[in-house]
Antibody
Framework: EVQLVESGGGLIQPGGSLTLSCAASGFTVSGNYMSWVRQAPGKGLEWVSVIYSGGATYYADSVKGRFTISRDNSKNTLYLQMNSLRVDDTAVYYC??????????WGQGTLVTVSS | DIQMTQSPSSLSASVGDTVTITCRASQTFSNYLNWYQQKPGKAPKLLIYAASTLQSGVPSRFSGSGSGTDFTLTISGLRPEDFGTYYCQQSYSIPYTFGQGTKLEIK
């Protein structure tokens, strides 16, 4: 059974940094497309970033230059390093993965609240 | 960026009804179109990928069709557990954009 478990969310002040983790089991992070998708309170889904199996990374314009997606193959874990956080980054962050360019498997989400 | 526009934004239907949700893309692409169902407080669930392929374990009352710029999700024989918000998403080009969602209420 595939499980993706996010952690690392919390309350952070504007301008601060946070790193989210997504630990996978029953699924190989390095061999699949892995994305972060977020959802602001009461809003729709917004794709944030993807890392391809070959290592290429891409970002939404709204986070480019501030967020970094990475993975640790030995830990089978996906990360999202978030810097210069803004109030409008407040959202539930989901990791999602699949062998193809859709999101077959999702974690339960972790809430990031950016507020002073 | 490819913009995805869903219609309607919300709908209410009765058990047994057939409902159709439409997703229109701002530019044409082949079949890199996916559909998700989300229930309150839960992660989204993949229903359909590549426009018309049913994800494993998803009931056959869900179906998808379309190509180019116009895609549809059809639920035939609505069941009470089908309430929630439905999203389309294109995976043709970065950024992988979602539609704004269609909230389905069961009467």
């Amino acid at each position: 059974e595939v499980q993706l478990v996010e952690s690392g969310g919390g309350l952070i002040q504007p301008g601060g940094s946070l790193t989210l983790s997504c630990a996978a089991s029953g699924f190989t992070v390095s061999g699949n497309y892995m994305s972060w998708v977020r959802q602001a309170p009461g809003k729709g889904l917004e794709w944030v970033s993807v890392i391809y199996s070959g290592g290429a990374t891409y970002y939404a314009d709204s986070v480019k230059g501030r967020f970094t997606i990475s993975r640790d193959n030995s830990k089978n874990t996906l990360y999202l390093q978030m810097n210069s956080l803004r109030v409008d980054d407040t959202a539930v962050y989901y990791c999602a993965g699949s062998a193809k360019r859709y999101f077959a498997f999702w974690g339960q989400g972790t809430l990031v609240t950016v507020s002073s | 960026d490819i913009q995805m526009t869903q219609s309607p934004s919300s709908l209410s239907a009765s058990v047994g009804d057939t409902v159709t949700i439409t997703c229109r893309a701002s530019q044409t692409f082949s079949n890199y179109l996916n559909w998700y169902q989300q229930k309150p407080g839960k992660a989204p669930k993949l229903l359909i990928y590549a426009a018309s392929t049913l994800q494993s374990g998803v009931p056959s009352r869900f179906s998808g069709s379309g190509s180019g710029t116009d895609f549809t999700l059809t639920i035939s024989g609505l069941r009470p557990e089908d309430f929630g918000t439905y999203y389309c998403q294109q995976s043709y080009s970065i950024p992988y954009t979602f539609g704004q969602g269609t909230k389905l209420e069961i009467k």
